[in-house]
Structures are given as C-alpha cells and as structure tokens.
C-alpha cells in the first residue's frame, strides 16, 4: 500500500474531469536526459548573441572618427592664459637659474634655500633590455652644505687602520664589524674597502648591495686617503621609480656658474651609466628650489657632446683610409 503522502502527490498530479494543468503535457512528453542539454544550448545561444553585440560595438566605434586634438601653441600672447593649450616652455641653464633669484626676491622667500634639478631617464637599452637603476657619488666643484658622510673603513692592517683614522674614516676595522652590520647595530653611508680583505666580506654581499665595496664605485683600493676624502664629502645621488633622479645640487644665494657648474658635473656622471650608442639617457631636465615652480631646462649644451667625438673617430677613420693606398704605393 503506498504512503499516504505519495497518495496525494499523485491526486494533486492527476487530470481531473478531462482537466489538465497547462504544459504539464508537454513537460512530460520531454524525457528528462533532454533537458540539460537544452539549456546549454540556450546559455550558448545567448553568449553568441552578447559576442555579435560586443563585435558591432567594435565595429562602430573604428568606423567612427577619433575627435581631432586640437596642436599645441607655441606661446602665449597674454599674461592669463589656459596652460594646457600651449606647450610647456624651456629655458636656458643660465636664464632659468636667474628666474629661480628672482621669484626668491619676490615671494621674500629664504635666500639660502635649496636648489633641486629633477632628472627623467631614458633607461632601454636593445632587445628589451634596460639600465638597472643605479645610485652613485660624485665630487661636486662647489660644496653647498657642510655636512659630511659617514664612511666606514675595512682592513686589517694597523697601519692603514691608523691612516683612516687620521683622514677622518667613522668606523675601522676588520671582520669583526660583519656581525655588527648584519645585526644593524653599525650602519654608515659609504663602505670602503682594501684588496686584501675583500674575500673575508661576502657574508656582506647581500646587505650592502650597491654599496659594498667594488673597483667599479672606487670604493675597493689601496688609497686610503684618497678614498675617504672622497666618500666623506661627495655627493651621492640615486635613481627613483625606475626612471627618475632626484637630488638637489646647490644653494640659490651661490653664484649662478657656481650652480650651473653642480648641475653639470652631475648631469656627465649620469651620462655614463648608458653607452652612448645608444639613445641619451637624460629625457627631459626640471630645475626649481624649495619655493618655486619647476622650470623645464632646454639640454643643449648641457649633455656630453657625445656626436662631435663620433664625427672625430669617423673623420680620423677616413684619414687612414685615404692614407693606406699611399703606403701601399711605397711599398710596391
């Protein structure tokens, strides 16, 4: 005997005097192994009609003409004026610092301020290569701040333990200083090293990185004196979000070729982190001071004359080939 629950299950399903419960017919004519294959047929359906949607939209949006962007002027005629029409303007080294005095003298600003350059870099080098970024030191012909870096000392020998000391070396020592620097309880800003004890600091590889010392940085030599010197007043600059530099290079109430002489002794050191085969690595030039507005510099004169040392080599090259046909005549 069934249950009585499937009792009214089968009632309430019945036809009833002829009655039938509309599509119920045809629901049940369907067999049931159908019906999944039935929806994702119309799921599939419905996807190729958002895919033919999506490609017109394509397709019209191509044949619809882009909005011609009005060029950029030149200059403006006026004092008031919408910036983003006009290009923005370059100066020359000379007249940009005069400008930076000028605003100094007019917003009654500090005179002694700083003067930043900020430095955008074309870093690519062939085949999807690039430049790593780089940081480095340079001696900069005008000093503009009094401070001195921190420079730390390796060797073993106490003679030249002694020499560094007198040339004003922070930290000397040998390998007991390892542990220390890894613990971080000795840090300095610059690490200089002699040849001989070079192989005992690979433990220091990994923490110092680009400041453990090497031939390449001169910080690995024999000259003790001369690299302390160096390192204790040179100017250290690297580069930031993979392309840019950083750094100030002067104070605003220093002689203008005073300030033009930083800027280009840092620009030359820049330069020859790139072959210059390639394409030069200084984009675009921004000078200001702690007050003002960036002023875009105009890079002639200001980048190794790199074409007229290549016009040299190939006018030397010609001259040696006009020569040889001479030589040979003797010898014949």
Known sequence: MAAPSARCLWRALAPRCGWVLPG??????????????AAAAAKAAKKDAKRGRQEKAKEAAKEKPLPRRRPLMSKPV??????????????????????????QELDFTH????????????MALQKKKKVDPFSSGVALPHRFTDEVNKVLVFTENEQEAEVAREHGAAIVGG??????I??????????????????????????????????KRNSLGSDIPRMVQFFRECHEYSVEDESVIK???????????????????IIQDICTFKPSNFDPIVQRLVIRSSTSEGLLLNLDGILPQVEKAEEKEEEDAADEDQQKPVQESVST
């Open 78 to 103: 006026d004092d008031v004026y919408l910036t983003w029409l006009y290009r923005r303007p370059s100066y020359g080294l000379e007249q940009a610092v005069g400008m930076l005095k000028r605003f």
């Open 24 to 37: 119920l017919e045809q629901r049940l004519a369907v067999p049931a192994t159908a019906r999944p294959y």
């Open 111 to 122: 005179p002694k301020q700083f003067v930043y350059i900020n430095v955008f870099l074309d």
């Open 175 to 180: 390998v007991e200083l390892i542990k220390w």
């Open 247 to 265: 750094t100030r290079i002067a104070r605003l109430d220093m002689p203008t070729e005073h300030i033009i002489a930083n800027l280009k002794t």
């Open 182 to 215: 890894l613990e971080d309880e000795i840090q300095a800003d610059f690490y200089v090293a002699v040849p001989a004890i070079i192989p005992k600091l690979i433990p220091l590889r990994n923490k110092l990185k680009k400041k453990y010392p090497s031939t």
